[in-house]
T-cell receptor, first 110, second 115 residues
Framework: SQKIEQNSEALNIQEGKTATLTCNYT??????LQWYRQDPGRGPVFLLL?????KEKRKERLKVTFDTTLKQSLFHITASQPADSATYLC?????????FGKGTRLHILP | DARVTQTPRHKVTEMGQEVTMRCQPI?????VFWYRQTMMQGLELLAY????????DSGMPKDRFSAEMPDATLATLKIQPSEPRDSAVYFC?????????????FGNGTRLTVT
């Protein structure tokens, strides 16, 4: 069955450094991969989308890579800030079905 | 700023009772999703619709859960009878496109507690 793996442990990063989150998947060939941010008590909020034929996508301090051979996406936040502390979810999409990983909690330490 | 609206925000009920959760998707969005989130399982896909037609509800326990879209402005998720293991946060999300090429817009969820 389809499986999405994200770092189950929380990630602690010093302010100003680059945070890198990993999303690995098996038994799936997504056409699109999306990243969302979720704050406590709120629904996920969309951040970035990357297509299967794209290697990299950037938006301000965010960068996503997508390697369909390794079945992996990396999500980078450069110059991290305490306000970036949240849970980050990756989502795989093909046809109309969108499934999510469990997310990685990120703490940016001041 | 358009947003997905879910009601109620919180629901506490006793085992065996019927629970109905409602979602108002963003006007113009033609895909609607229901997810359930728990610490153990994360965000699980329960069902999704395109243009009000159900496409897949294989993620739902069929004997007790049902999802419908009576019209384009309302999606409902019903649990009857509810059980303690149904306790979770239920999210509705809508999107403007198909195939996952458009972002989903989530509501803030209904936190369900079944005692």
């Amino acid at each position: 069955s389809q499986k999405i793996e994200q770092n189950s442990e929380a990630l602690n990063i010093q302010e100003g450094k680059t945070a890198t989150l990993t999303c690995n998947y098996t038994n799936y060939s997504p056409a699109y991969l999306q990243w969302y941010r979720q704050d406590p008590g709120r629904g996920p909020v969309f951040l970035l989308l990357i297509r299967e034929n794209e290697k990299e996508k950037r938006k301000e301090r965010l960068k996503v890579t997508f390697d369909t051979t390794l079945k992996q996406s990396l999500f980078h936040i450069t110059a991290s800030q305490p306000a970036d502390s949240a849970t980050y979810l990756c989502a795989l999409a093909r046809d109309d079905k969108i499934i999510f990983g469990k997310g990685t909690r990120l703490h940016i330490l001041p | 700023d358009a947003r997905v609206t879910q009601t109620p925000r919180h629901k506490v009920t006793e085992m065996g009772q019927e629970v109905t959760m409602r979602c108002q998707p963003i006007l113009g969005h033609n895909t609607v999703f229901w997810y359930r989130q728990t610490m153990m399982q994360g965000l699980e896909l329960l069902a999704y619709f395109r243009n009000r037609a159900p496409l897949d509800d294989s993620g739902m326990p069929k004997d007790r859960f049902s999802a419908e879209m009576p019209d384009a402005t309302l999606a409902t998720l019903k649990i009857q009878p509810s059980e303690p293991r149904d306790s979770a946060v239920y999210f509705c999300a809508s999107g403007p496109g198909t195939g996952g090429k458009s972002p989903l817009h989530f509501g803030n969820g209904t936190r369900l507690t079944v005692t």
